[in-house]
């Protein structure tokens, strides 16, 4: 319970539940019986071998220091699955009562971070990803998809009012993803959600339940669709046609105009950005309306200056005094907090999917990504091919992932600045980087035989936790933080190994 209490809430919580599960595994002694158990075991044995790869992989590797790090981050894919698989077994009752705790504890989570939206003054300016306490948005919408999912079930299998809270709490989490503005939770909902929904529908032989399931699916793709037309089609993708390059102000200052072949492929809503823009009026009159300089920085950390012209160029006016004279309080703190198009502020609640659009729109113009936490990604992957190709057998080791990253960098021209040179934001690519194609297609068996198994008895619990786990890793390094090792390593085990029961919940 101290575990999951802490998954979403703090690492320290979660490092003492794992202290004291493993404490008290050792002081229960009987370590002749656990070992017969783990080691009659072959998916705990298999299971574990996820972590010991980690431990072959020194043998090859130069800096141990940072693969002591990454080793201890890992630990709880080892000792996790000892623990459950030798020492702990629960009844259906007690199983069931701590998925409700869980599910209660991330829902108290999203209820004390909607409190803090609440309490935001200009939530339009606001990053809503910060509303995660403690941990990172990816995988607090990790959690969150998991214990809506899990209410979903224990709505389905429970009869009478004990099935309202759940679909409440189950919808309420939902909605609180596309709060959230999490890429990541968004996508493994829009794929999970109508995938299990059109499963159910077919299995079901009550006529007035698929109509509903059925109608209820098909409403949630339309929605989801038509939102992402309607942003697509909003976008301008092209400059708008006849745009003038003016002469001077209305105070007589000359504008300047960046004609080159990189400029024309700079746009905001189709307007040139570096096109009729009077510097030094935008300086002397931006330092009349707002306590932040305009050599300074937004609340995003990006230079001011760029985000003024960028937001000024969005309304399709001119780079001017007047036109700062102009502004009202609103739009300075939109400024002032990085938003960069007027755009965000007219439809903050697709803000986040017109981000992205512009994110790959500026990518395919070959303007960089740096800073852009979704079209990175790109670079990030052309990278981690790169190191693979490089070291295609067992890859670079545990512990030169970073170093072989760094060097990538430097060797290519990735067009990201340092501070942005991250790595594979992929678990897949960063297995290959690490242990070369051996070893991924190794852990990928790992990964594979328990879904197997699963698949057979069809147990829902373990299915769903999976499949947003690996879908998660198609965008994210989900093993490699404290959290996100952590969220993989106790489901897995937990769901896997510590029921008394077979469970057959199809």
Not at 68 to 96: E, G, M, N, W, Y
Not at 366 to 380: E, K, N, P
Not at 396 to 406: K, L, N, P, R
Request: net charge positive.
């Amino acid at each position: 319970m101290v575990l999951m209490a802490g998954l979403p809430w703090s690492n320290f919580l979660m490092s003492l539940g794992q202290f004291i599960l493993l404490g008290n595994w050792i002081l229960e002694f009987d370590l002749i019986e656990k070992s017969k158990k783990y080691l009659n075991n072959k998916v705990a044995l298999l299971v574990t071998t996820l972590f010991l790869i980690h431990v072959f992989g020194l043998l090859w590797t130069s800096d141990f220091e940072y693969a002591l790090k990454d080793l201890r981050i890992k630990l709880p894919l080892l000792f996790l699955p000892i623990v459950f698989a030798s020492a702990i077994q629960f009844s259906k009752k007690t199983f069931h009562f701590l998925i409700d705790f869980f599910i209660v504890s991330i829902s108290i989570s999203t209820f004390v971070s909607f409190y803090k939206y609440l309490t935001i003054e200009d939530i339009a300016f606001f990053d809503k990803r910060n509303l995660a306490i403690n941990i990172s948005h990816i995988r607090f919408s990790l959690l969150i998809c998991l214990a809506a999912f899990f209410s979903l079930y224990r709505f389905y299998k429970n009869k009478g009012f004990i099935k309202i809270p759940y679909l409440m709490i189950a919808l309420w989490l939902i909605s609180f993803l596309f709060i959230l503005e999490s890429f990541s939770g968004i996508v493994i909902i829009s794929i999970l959600l109508p995938t299990i929904t059109v499963l159910y529908a077919l299995r079901i032989n009550n006529k007035v339940r698929r109509i509903i399931s059925s109608t209820f699916i098909i409403a949630f793709t339309a929605v989801v669709v038509t939102t992402l037309i309607w942003r697509i089609k909003e976008y301008q993708f092209s400059p708008i046609a006849n745009q003038k390059m003016l002469d001077v102000t209305e105070i007589g200052s000359p504008y300047f105009h960046d004609t080159t072949a990189w400029s024309f492929k700079q746009l905001e809503n189709g307007h040139y950005i570096y096109q009729n823009v009077a510097y030094w009026e935008l300086e002397d009159a931006w330092n009349e309306v707002s306590t932040i300089p305009y050599s300074g920085k937004d609340a995003n950390g990006d230079k001011l200056y760029i985000t003024l012209i960028r937001f000024i160029t969005s309304k399709g006016e001119p780079k001017n005094k007047a036109t700062i004279l102009s502004l009202n309080q609103k739009e300075i703190k939109a400024i002032e907090a990085g938003v960069a198009n007027i755009n965000y502020l007219k439809n903050p609640a697709v803000a986040r999917i017109d981000k992205i659009i512009w994110e790959f729109d500026s990518y395919s113009k070959g303007l960089g990504t740096s800073g852009h936490s979704v079209a990175s990604r790109i670079v990030y992957w052309k990278q981690a091919w790169r190191l693979i190709k490089k070291n295609m057998i067992i890859g670079v080791g545990t512990g030169d992932v970073q170093i072989a990253f760094e060097e990538s960098y430097k060797q290519s021209n990735s067009g990201l600045n340092e501070t942005f040179r991250l790595r594979a934001h992929n678990q897949y690519l960063t297995f290959g980087v690490t242990f070369g194609i051996i070893g991924l297609a190794i852990i990928l068996i790992i990964i594979i035989y328990p879904i197997i198994l699963n698949a057979r008895i069809k147990d829902y619990y373990y299915l769903i936790f999976i499949s947003i786990a690996l879908l998660s890793m198609i965008n994210e390094d989900t093993l490699e933080t404290q959290a996100g090792g952590t969220f993989f390593a106790f489901f897995n085990a937990f769901l896997l190994f510590s029921r008394d029961y077979l469970p057959k919940t199809s």
